[in-house]
């Protein structure tokens, strides 16, 4: 059973800063893109910054130059550092991934999410 299990959301000020950690666990062999998603009360959910397995990034405008997504590939992990936070960025945070495991006795490649941080900017 794979797993994605966030870490990192709380409480922050204006222009304060968050790292948010998702780690994915269980029987894993191999991980493609890795993304963050955000949903804020009322609206859709967006795309807030994918990176791929080799390192390649991109984020939606509204966050370029605040936030940085990264990854460890050997703990299966990525991570999004938020700085310069805004009331704005007050959202759940979700993690996504693309990763192959074995389903069903079969390799099979699936998105994964995970269970949704909290993080709220006070201004």
């Known amino acids: 059973q794979v797993q994605l299990v966030e870490s990192g959301g709380g409480l922050v000020q204006t222009e304060g800063s968050l790292r948010l950690s998702c780690a994915a666990s269980?029987?894993?062999?191999?991980?493609?893109?890795m993304r963050w998603y955000r949903q804020a009360t009322g609206k859709q959910r967006e795309l807030v910054a994918a990176?791929?397995?080799?390192?390649?990034?991109n984020y939606v405008d509204s966050v370029k130059g605040r936030f940085t997504i990264s990854r460890d590939n050997a703990k299966n992990t990525v991570y999004l550092q938020m700085n310069s936070l805004k009331p704005e960025d007050t959202a759940v945070y979700y993690c996504?991934?693309?990763?192959?495991?074995?389903?069903?006795?079969?390799?099979?490649?699936?998105?994964?999410w995970g269970q949704g941080t909290q993080v709220t900017v006070s201004s």
């Open positions: 269980g029987s894993i062999f191999s991980i493609n893109g």
């Open positions: 990176v791929t397995s080799g390192g390649l990034s």
């Open positions: 996504n991934a693309d990763i192959l495991s074995r389903l069903s006795g079969s390799m099979r490649w699936r998105e994964y």
